[in-house]
């Protein structure tokens, strides 16, 4: 081999590693930093919300024997009632027609 040869195989060489280096730094991504929690026991409740419309299976009127002001309510919306359960009472006013 000739010493121009050398010195253009040389040449070569170097401008390829000059390369291979420019082109691994533009390459090279930045490590992406994440947050972390240290693991910790609790207890894991579900919950759902839904919307929509609820209706009754049965509907019962109720009607009082006498007529008054409803002076106090026992119960909750939702509570379950047996036959015979005081609802609520009523203060009875006196008729003024009769």
């Known amino acids: 081999m000739s010493k121009r040869s050398k010195i253009i195989l040389g040449s070569i ?24 929690e240290t693991p910790f026991k609790t207890s894991i409740t579900k919950k759902t919300v839904a919307t929509g419309k609820v209706t009754p299976l049965e509907e019962i009127e109720i009607k009082p024997q006498i007529t008054g002001i409803i002076d106090r309510i026992l ?11 005081l609802i609520a009472t009523v203060r009875v006013v006196p008729n003024e027609q009769s």
Not at 28 to 35: H, V
Not at 75 to 85: F, M, N, W
């Open 13 to 36: 060489l170097v401008l390829f590693a000059i390369a291979l280096i420019w082109f691994g730094k533009k390459n090279r991504k930045n490590i992406l930093q994440f947050e972390t």
């Open 75 to 85: 119960l909750s919306e939702g509570d379950k009632v047996k036959k015979g359960d």
